[in-house]
């Protein structure tokens, strides 16, 4: 026990050492503190950031607008804190963009915001003290959609798509690998060459071509991407999984166990994966990073995470007319999170490398 912690705490101190690591571990933090509570620190509360404002829609970052706030005829119900956390809550008010605005007795007069240069008239019944009505003024630091959708909120939320579907293909992609590679290398014969023919079948098919099919297969939508992903990243762990298998059961303490009359199962699992989770690590931060990119493609082609709820490689898609027009930051702020965030798994990933000696 005293050695397995001597060990750890070598490696931890390796890695912490590594800068480009440790700014990796940073990035993953904060994306992961992002993601849990995204509705709370996103400026627009509604469900999937998806109030559209069409007034105001593709505007530069630093945008500043006041709204009159009426409240809706019907009043959505209230939601705890927790539901809050998770889903958002509906809006309350319809947000009317407006450039001026004079109380006169009971009445709000405005001049609501129609396009540039252009606003209309109106009046409102609004007695002094009414809360039904309000003004509020409002800066998208990052920017309007062609919606009116505030892209920071949307750029905010739609980090959990991202963590989620490394996260869902990292557990389907190690399951399956671990499984299949554990048992090709220790039982070798038939079973290592069944499993090794089904490794080059899989290995033959192009990435993203073999996603496609399973998304055509299972269908559009947030969790069939997901499957879909994680199905066809098995083969990299798989492969290390084996190879490492092969060479540790070779190792006394594995033969030690075998003379116990210990039975595979257990020699597998309590003697063999765990002393070969170094690599494991390594290629396991590796599809993480491979999954983002994947699924942000995917959204991008538009076979991925579905309108409205926010993803990345959507947004690049819904934006990315307005690179070569006034206002290219509506594409390339989903794309240099993407970039980030890769970046960071790739990082933490070589740095598990070189702090657990792994030769992968």
Same mark, same amino acid.
């Given at each position: ?208 071509? &073999?996603?496609?099919?399973?998304? &055509? &297969? ?95 490689? &959507? ?46």
């Amino acid at each position: 026990m005293k050695e397995n912690n001597s060990i750890q705490s070598d490696t931890w101190r390796r890695l912490k050492k590594n800068r480009g690591a440790v700014f990796g571990m940073i990035i993953i933090i904060l994306a992961v503190i992002m993601a849990v509570f995204s509705y709370l620190l996103a400026p627009d509360h509604s469900p999937y950031a998806n109030r559209m404002i069409l007034e105001i829609g593709g505007q530069k970052p630093g945008y500043h607008q006041s709204f009159l706030l009426t409240r809706k005829q019907q009043t959505p119900p209230g939601v705890s804190w927790m539901e809050r956390l998770f889903s958002g809550v509906d809006d309350r008010y319809d947000w009317q963009p407006v450039t001026a605005w004079l109380q006169q007795g009971d009445s709000m007069i405005v001049q609501k915001f129609i396009d540039e240069g252009i606003s209309e008239r109106q009046a409102f019944y609004h007695p002094p003290g009414n809360p039904d009505m309000m003004i509020r003024s409002k800066t998208f630091w990052l920017g309007t959609d062609r919606y009116g959708r505030d892209i920071m909120s949307r750029l905010i939320i739609g980090v959990r798509v991202s963590l989620a579907v490394g996260l869902i293909t990292a557990i389907l992609s190690l399951s399956i690998g671990i499984f299949l590679g554990a048992l090709a290398g220790y039982y070798g014969g038939r079973t290592d060459r069944a499993i090794m023919w089904l490794l080059n079948v899989i290995w033959s098919i192009p990435t993203l071509l &073999l996603v496609f099919a399973l998304t &055509l &297969l299972l269908g559009k939508g947030f969790w069939q991407v997901f499957i879909a992903i994680g199905l066809t990243m098995w083969v990299n762990v798989a492969r290390i999984v084996r190879g490492q298998v092969l060479s540790v059961k070779e190792l006394e303490y594995v033969e030690a166990a075998t003379a116990l009359g210990y039975n595979d199962s257990r020699i597998i699992l309590r003697h063999i994966l765990p002393n070969i989770l170094g690599p494991v690590m390594v290629v396991a931060a590796s599809n993480f990073a491979s999954a983002i990119v994947i699924e942000a493609g995917l959204s991008f082609l538009g076979i991925g995470v579905q309108p409205p709820q926010p993803s990345w490689g &959507l947004m690049i898609k819904e934006n990315y007319n307005f690179i070569i027009t006034h206002n290219p930051m509506l594409a390339l702020a989903p794309g240099i999170a993407i970039m980030l965030l890769v970046l960071a798994f790739n990082l933490l990933g070589n740095g598990l490398r070189d702090a657990l000696n792994v030769k992968v």
